[in-house]
């Protein structure tokens, strides 16, 4: 019985989405990236697994698209798991270890991997399996659009290992360390969540083990890297609960099976694997972040970059007074997508992912990564007034331990808080290519964020070449857990960090300020001569 209510209740709540949105998938995204389609503002009908498949699966609303697209994607991955290279050798772990089976029994269940329980997938597998041949597929570098063994940004990258391998394969030196790699981390996956931690953690987690390998075997020149399985984790638990066993009767109609196949169990594999693949591959995540150290110091450059042309303060401050750089504690906000940063609890990070996945930029190479960057320069904004007044050591804890409880006091400033981030990097993105309109939108930010902050350009002895610069604010600072400076110590404070102070600001504006601005437009004009020079 309560089978039954839930697949009625996930059948109403699609069939009321598709029908709020007239069955358009950009009216959807557009209500997700403006934090009106959300499990706070639509609890009778959001669903994040429609969200997610429709965006990176069926690219469509339509239910009668579903089939054949959901089709499509599962018969790629239900082949590379039959594929006798990728047998994987649970019978080399530890015997104690809970993943350990026999070599027996790891080729038994690999050739007799059973994922369809309902009226469709059965005739669908059927039919599919004895029409194409499986160990016919190359193994190519995964970029699942149209084809997920083909990718339109570059020509398909073979393995090293034979296309057809001969039977029985043999499992090699590689392939065994790739799997302990991915088991230990994968036992410290989330020690936090409960989900992990519950009496079918070792069935989840076994479920991450097998697409992680798959992938990692799938994409050879990037291979496994620590950090991907805590994203496949986030998508696993949410697509998990609310996906379901399709029961075996005539009674539902064959809309409704529709509807139901898209949260198919006996799939959940299948769709993880696809979703994970384009997500961190077709958006440029792996190539960005994680394929080469090279590209990774390129792109904090970048980031660098915008944060000059956005808040010269805080580029000033951190890289230039405090010597503080970015790759110190930048790495896993691009790695992770800020999922340790947002909070313990999953929920924050994956409100944000909502929007991700809606946003165009998912669909273009590069477009996340540097949302992304926007996303973090509007965070270390609302930190801003903590981070000119700290210490190269207090900085940096803030930066690594970013204060975001301060913002998630109930649901509804969750809410606001992801969807105040998305819209402000998505505006930024959007003037990504005029310093200006960043530098202007940079403002805006400020005025925001930090009513009570004040910049006024200070000289002293040799400070006068140098062009220091001072804050000054109405409030005290009390958003950070870091004991900062009060007002009754912002003297003391102002010699012990550089001449950049906190204290009270008069009404009365400084007598000496318009002798001051020939002085501040000349720092201006240095920065952005620099930020030029380094974009070359």
């Known amino acids: 019985m309560a089978t039954m209510l839930k697949e009625n209740n996930i059948i109403s709540k699609a069939l009321l989405t598709i029908d709020q949105y007239k069955g358009n998938l950009n009216n959807l995204k557009s209500s997700v990236l403006d934090n009106e389609y959300t499990p706070l503002n639509c609890p009778k009908y959001f669903s994040r697994t429609l969200i997610w498949k429709c965006c990176l699966i069926t690219d469509s609303l339509s239910i009668h698209n579903w089939y054949t697209k959901l089709h499509d994607s599962r018969i790629i991955y239900h082949q590379l798991t039959k594929r006798n290279d990728m047998i994987i050798p649970w019978w080399v772990l530890d015997p104690e270890s809970p993943f350990f089976q026999s070599k027996e029994l790891s080729i038994h269940n690999k050739s007799n991997i059973k994922r369809t329980n309902s009226r469709t997938s059965r005739s669908t597998t059927t039919t599919t399996t004895n029409s194409v041949s499986i160990n016919k597929i190359p193994l190519t570098r995964v970029s699942n659009i149209d084809d997920p063994l083909r990718s339109p940004n570059r020509s398909p990258v073979r393995s090293t290992r034979s296309p057809t391998p001969s039977l029985p394969y043999q499992i090699t030196e590689e392939d065994i360390e790739l799997l302990q790699i991915i088991v230990l981390d994968i036992e410290r996956l989330f020690p936090g969540e409960q989900f992990y931690q519950s009496t079918n953690s070792i069935t989840h987690k076994r479920h991450l083990i097998e697409i992680l390998y798959v992938w990692s075997r799938c994409n050879p020149q990037v291979g496994y890297k620590q950090g991907i399985h805590e994203i496949l984790g986030l998508f696993y638990k949410n697509l998990y609960q609310e996906s379901i066993e399709i029961p075996r009767t005539n009674t539902i109609s064959s809309d409704d099976v ?122 270390l904004i ?67 964020y930090n009513p009570n902050l004040r910049i006024t350009m200070s000289y002293s002895g040799s400070a006068r070449n140098s062009g220091e610069i001072s804050a000054t604010s109405s409030a005290p600072v009390s958003r950070s857990p870091t004991p900062l400076a009060s007002n009754n110590t ?40 620099k930020a030029q020079s380094m974009l070359r």
Not at 416 to 433: H, V, W
Request: aromatic share 10%.
């Open 490 to 529: 912002s003297n003391n404070s102002h010699n012990s960090h550089n001449n950049t102070s906190s204290s009270i600001n008069h009404k009365h504006p400084d007598p000496k300020a318009e002798q001051l601005k020939f002085e501040k437009l000349r720092l201006e004009m240095r920065l952005k001569k």
């Open 258 to 379: 529709k509807i139901l196949n898209l949260y198919d169990i006996n799939y959940l594999n299948h769709d993880l694997f696809t979703i994970f693949n384009k997500f961190i591959l077709t958006s440029g995540i792996i190539s960005k972040f994680y394929e080469s150290e090279e590209v990774l110091w390129k792109t904090i450059e970048t980031f660098n970059v915008y944060l000059m042309k956005v808040d010269q303060l805080i580029h000033y401050n951190l890289l230039n007074k405090l010597k503080l750089e970015s790759q110190l504690w930048i790495i896993r906000y691009f790695r992770l997508i800020l999922l340790r940063e947002l909070g313990n609890d999953l929920e924050t990070t994956t409100l944000l992912w909502d929007k991700l996945i809606a946003s165009p930029q998912i669909h273009s190479y590069g477009g996340i990564p540097e949302l992304l960057m926007f996303m973090i320069i509007q965070l």
């Open 382 to 448: 609302q930190l801003k007034t903590n981070l000119i007044t700290c210490d190269f050591s207090e900085s940096l804890s803030l930066l690594l331990h970013y204060p975001i409880q301060s913002h998630l006091h109930n649901q509804l400033t969750r809410h606001e808080f992801i969807g105040n981030l998305i819209k402000d990097s998505l505006k930024l993105y959007e003037r990504k290519a005029n310093d200006l309109k960043l530098y202007e939108y940079g403002l805006k930010l400020n005025n925001i």
